[in-house]
């Protein structure tokens, strides 16, 4: 008697992911209660299972969802609002100041779902965010039925959101605490950057890292700026300082490190930490290109972020996959350097192990949630098709997202709301998206009068 299942997904081709470089044909996952309970040659599949529901992607490659490893999604409504300016003026004339007028739990509600909602499109199934009022945000991703590991967001200045370090950490701890039976929901510590956070709160979210096993995900890196006023600071680079106050170990996510030297690359890899490639941002603010060539070759694990849609302007995984490999083959001259399989790599199980869930999501494996995105590569400007990996890298795009799943449940279906209530989702949003865009320009006037 065979076990009862819930679907069976017939892919053209499948990218468990791990192991590595390896594509099956004709094959099908087997899944029950949101979970990957087998991955088999189709025929077997059907023969084992004849009762189960089919979903059949005859043109597809079917890989493990994206996870987009930095982002702060709520910024999707500040999209344009501050383009073509360098980082420190974009963030203390534009960013910090429309943050201050509009910042709020709806805005960050709001600002998410639409964020979501682009992103699942896109494949992206799980993000990981730095902003405020993480209990919203939580309610936006579990609205669009779509993964989160959210940031306990920490800087040393007051803000809408909570008063100094203390209770920014306390707010966030407490929202933990609420969502802690949430399966798409989990949490880092996210302090905010080595120019808004001081020694005696790195030192403390270095012990709570320590003691709740969570991540520690930083800007770090980013900017000349950053690294010179650091020197002139404390007389340290940004991470030989956060290495003092032992922070610099295999939970440390340090986003962006555009600007890093050997033996920074040398620690990072020794450690086992994470570096969050976020290739757009960066070259849009003019902050540099990542050396992420030379970070591969040292051994330093590499996810794929977007940044926010206020300074990339999409949040399109996908296409930072290939921007990252092409940059990573230009800038070393290596044509061999961030391949294909390696770059889905990093944008599914490295990313996933970056956030301590590589044992439940990232490859295709039995036992882990089945995050899926499907990719019809069917037509003519992705044919012909020999390997459909780097077909997915190099020629197709996110409009080649057909179907997603999350933890099982169909969250995009043929490049459409699912259900009636997805529909509606989506038309909420669209309103309230109005309203916000009015809100942001009235802001913008007011900052910069005619």
Known sequence: MTTPVDQIIHARWIAPVA????????????????????????????????????????????????????????????????????????????????????????????????????????????????????????????????????????????????????????????????????????????????YTVKDATFTQIGILAEQINLPVHVHLHETHTEIREELARSGMRPLERLRRLGLVGPNLI?????????????????????????????????????????????????????????????????????????LAKGTSGRADVFGAHQVLRAATLDAATALGLETRIGSLEAGKAADLAAFDLGQFENQPCHDPVIQLIYSADRSNVSDVWVAGKHVVRKRQPPSEAQLDLEQRTRHSLAVWQQRVRSTLNALDPA
């Open 254 to 326: 340090a986003v962006h490190a555009v600007h890093l030297e050997g033996h920074e690359i040398a620690l990072l890899a020794t450690c086992g930490a994470t570096l969050a490639h976020c290739p757009s941002a960066n070259l849009k603010l003019a902050s540099g290109i990542a050396p992420i060539a030379e970070c591969l070759r040292a051994g330093v694990r590499v996810g794929i972020g977007t940044d926010s849609a206020a300074s990339n302007n999409r949040l399109d995984v996908l296409g930072e996959m290939r921007l990252a490999a092409l």
């Open 19 to 194: 192991p590595t470089d390896v594509v099956l044909e004709d094959h099908a996952l087997v899944l029950r209660d949101g979970l990957i309970i087998a991955l088999l040659p189709a025929a077997e599949a059907a023969a084992r299972y004849p009762a189960a529901a089919r979903t059949e992607l005859p043109h597809h490659l079917l890989t493990p969802g994206l996870i987009n490893l930095h982002t702060h999604a709520a910024m999707t409504l500040l999209r344009g609002a501050g383009d073509d300016l360098p980082l420190e003026t974009w963030l203390h004339r534009r960013i910090w100041p429309l943050e201050k007028a509009l910042m709020s739990a709806d805005f960050v509600r709001d600002g998410t779902r639409l964020a979501c909602l682009e992103m699942l499109r896109g494949g992206v199934t799980c993000f990981n965010d730095m902003y405020f009022f993480p209990e919203a945000a939580a309610e936006a991703a579990l609205e669009t039925g779509m993964r989160a590991a959210l940031g306990i967001t920490v800087i040393d200045f007051p803000t809408v959101y909570a008063s100094d370090a203390d209770d920014y950490l306390a707010k966030g701890l407490a929202a933990r605490d609420a969502l802690r039976e949430e399966p798409l929901i989990s949490f880092t510590l996210a302090p905010h950057a080595v």
